[in-house]
């Protein structure tokens, strides 16, 4: 069977080159108890794509910019702070080195294509997330935590201003929410093979008994906030990195 | 249901822990979905390829000019995607002579073993006549038409898949008009919907 995929004309200039690094192979162990999943090597995107980066994406590929998206790929939030189609605004050039936010799920695929690249599954995304940090004083979970307890900055911080972790990977916790290539995984309602397993993969007292680490808020807030989302959802706060598959 | 639970376990759990405001959360469907006409927009803005039961090559901006109803099966499914099928079925035969004016297509999520050629098989198994598309895609664009149709799948460890039963009805030019969420639910009001877009 071939497929082939209409080709989607973007511009040949790509911008800036954005550091990758590489995820070694391993395991990824879901939240919910199951299936773990063997996670090939990948390289990944050392940081959030900044709104620097995203600005040259929309200054080569017009059908992004604010005024001409389609509503289907980005609803009306779409980089709502930014002034105009190629002006982020003076107020906010503190901003250019910070990831691009109001994003919708569409635009980064779009992005991460123009880049040659694409966006992290929620298995690569948790897997690469779940990687030691090199410099925090505190343990992961607690860190991922307080960051969850603390207001929302008036001004989204730079990137690399949280930690690194061992695959000199930054900010995969503590700055910005990410979108996955498959956020909209199945996480349960109404069980299509009928035997109420889906129904207890679910957010109520039942479901819960079935998670893998039951103290593990900052997993079941990023669970369902992922199941909460539709395609052109932009949000403060929710932004996207790219991967390339090796 | 789920989408609201999900949505009461972020505010809760935020509200106990002095809010970080993930985001700002909007409402999500419920069972009976009246999509909001002045956002949507045609899903046929879908540039990727399809192969059809036929083994012909496929884009959805082929089903323009009569309105569409559309779900996304596995045809190994045992349970949910028959009762989708012959929901939609019913659906075709309620509508008798205007039944030539719709188009029902099916998706599969299952890139593997959904084969033009398993599609087929299925269709003439389930007696689906001129009017019904079965597609068959790369995993991309299945992934894709997904979250434009906000339907919810995951592959499991035996290949078989979890998701969400929706029934859609998209308009003459591919804008989707409603949809219907679950199984041995009335089909009535997609009965209605349907109507209104011949």
């Not at chain 1, 080709?7 to 954005?18: A, C, E, K, L, N």
């Not at chain 1, 395991?27 to 090939?40: A, M």
Request: hydrophobic content about 35%; glycine content about 4%; some cysteine.
């Amino acid at each position: 069977m071939v497929f082939f995929t209409v080709p989607v004309t973007y511009s040949q200039t790509t911008g800036t080159v954005r550091k990758m690094q590489k995820v070694p192979a391993g395991i990824y162990y879901p939240f919910f108890s199951g299936n773990n999943e063997k996670v090939n090597s990948f390289l990944m995107d050392e940081t959030a794509v900044t709104n620097a980066e995203y600005l040259e994406f929309v200054k080569a590929n017009p059908a992004w910019r604010k005024s001409q998206v389609k509503r289907i790929y980005a609803d009306a939030n779409y980089l709502r702070y930014w002034e105009s189609d190629l002006e982020i605004g003076k107020n906010n050039r503190a901003l250019l080195n910070s990831p691009v936010v109001y994003v919708s799920w569409f635009a980064a695929k779009a992005y991460c294509a123009w880049k040659n690249k694409k966006l992290p599954s929620v298995a690569q995304w948790e897997y690469a997330a779940s990687a030691k940090p090199v410099n925090l004083k505190t343990g992961l979970t607690e860190y991922i935590l307080a960051w969850n307890a603390q207001p929302n900055p008036k001004m989204l911080p730079n990137v690399k201003s949280t930690y690194k972790n061992i695959y000199s990977i930054y900010d995969m916790h503590g700055l910005i929410w990410e979108w996955t290539s498959d956020f909209n995984s199945y996480t349960g309602s109404v069980d299509s093979k009928g035997n109420g397993q889906e129904e207890f993969n679910n957010f109520c007292g039942a479901g819960g008994a079935n998670v893998k680490n039951k103290k593990d808020y900052a997993s079941f807030l990023r669970y369902s906030y992922r199941g909460s989302l539709k395609g052109n959802y932009c949000i403060a706060n929710l932004g996207f990195r790219c991967i390339k598959n090796l | 249901m789920k989408a609201i639970i999900f949505t009461l376990s972020i505010a809760l759990f935020l509200s106990c822990k002095q809010k970080k405001e993930p985001a700002e959360l909007k409402p999500v469907q419920t069972t009976f979905t009246k999509v909001n006409d002045s956002s949507a927009e045609s899903i046929y803005v879908l540039e990727d390829t399809f192969t059809n039961e036929n083994n012909s090559t496929f884009v959805l901006s082929q089903l323009k000019g009569k309105p569409t109803v559309v779900a996304m099966i596995f045809t190994n499914c045992v349970y949910a995607c028959p009762r989708i099928t012959s929901d939609m079925l019913e659906l075709q035969k309620k509508l008798s002579k205007d039944s030539d004016k719709i188009n029902f297509l099916l998706v599969s999520f299952d890139t593997e073993r959904d084969t033009p050629a398993a599609l087929k098989a299925y269709a003439n198994n389930m007696n689906l006549d001129k009017n019904w598309t079965l597609l068959h895609g790369s995993d991309e664009a299945v992934r894709t038409l997904s979250v434009l149709l906000n339907i919810q799948f995951a592959k499991d460890e035996s290949g078989n898949f979890s998701h969400s039963n929706i029934i859609s009805v998209l308009d003459k030019n591919g804008v989707l008009k409603f949809q219907k969420e679950g199984l041995n639910v009335s089909q009535e009001k997609t009965f209605e919907a349907i109507k209104k877009e011949i």
